[in-house]
T-cell receptor, first 114, second 116 residues
Framework: AQSVTQLGSHVSVSEGALVLLRCNYS??????LFWYVQYPNQGLQLLLK??????LVKGINGFEAEFKKSETSFHLTKPSAHMSDAAEYFC????????????FGRGTSLIVHP | GAGVSQSPSNKVTEKGKDVELRCDPI?????LYWYRQSLGQGLEFLIY????????KSGLPSDRFSAERTGGSVSTLTIQRTQQEDSAVYLC??????????????FGEGSRLTVL
């Protein structure tokens, strides 16, 4: 069984400020972990993924996430927010070696103020 | 095209009518997924196809929902006797699978269904 919890349905930051979106997971086996981004009226696209190599994963658009097994967390960060980062962000987990049906969190809407 | 294609992009229907939503996955992707996205509810898994195996239908919310995948490629999600609570965006995704796969999904832009 696997599950994902994203803390905060909305996160608001000023342009240039640090972005931190939280994700905690539960999985009975070592997981694959993903962050996806959804811009208005579009489908989801992959930001980054953790597959058991480096625990600090770098993705597109300056985002990165760190896998912390002891905390069962995979938080998404970006040092400096840009207006174009405003979107919905989804964390997802899938079981390694399983059927690869990812479970998604409820999403966090990132709002960026000028 | 190179991506996942879904049609129609928007569908407005009357309560009680049947609707069909189509998904054309990326060529060579053997896994295909349907998810439902409702406002504030995140992504709800509906059904998963993998090659010629029996589909995983564990997420279908009722027997009004069904899906098929013909020839291991195009998939159709059918909703019979639509209800207002079926209003949502239906997302299709495809992925590589098997040894070496990391489970990354490639999504279409979705079909927005509105039931009046």
């Amino acid at each position: 069984a696997q599950s994902v919890t994203q803390l905060g349905s909305h996160v608001s930051v000023s342009e240039g400020a640090l972005v931190l979106l939280r994700c905690n997971y539960s999985s009975s086996v070592p997981p694959y972990l993903f962050w996806y981004v959804q811009y208005p009226n579009q489908g989801l696209q992959l930001l980054l993924k953790y597959t058991s190599a480096a625990t600090l994963v770098k993705g597109i658009n300056g985002f990165e996430a760190e896998f912390k097994k002891s905390e069962t967390s995979f938080h998404l960060t970006k040092p400096s927010a840009h207006m174009s980062d405003a979107a919905e962000y989804f964390c997802a987990v899938s079981d390694r070696g399983g059927s690869y049906i990812p479970t998604f969190g409820r999403g966090t809407s990132l709002i960026v103020h000028p | 095209g190179a991506g996942v294609s879904q049609s129609p992009s928007n569908k407005v229907t009357e309560k009680g009518k049947d609707v069909e939503l189509r998904c054309d996955p990326i060529s060579g992707h053997t896994a295909l997924y349907w998810y439902r996205q409702s406002l504030g509810q995140g992504l709800e898994f509906l059904i998963y196809f993998q090659g010629n195996s029996a589909p995983d239908k564990s997420g279908l919310p009722s027997d009004r929902f069904s899906a098929e995948r013909t020839g291991g490629s195009v998939s159709t999600l059918t909703i019979q006797r639509t209800q207002q609570e079926d209003s949502a965006v239906y997302l299709c995704a495809s992925s590589l699978s098997g040894t070496g796969s990391t489970g990354e999904l490639f999504f279409g832009e979705g079909s927005r269904l509105t039931v009046l």
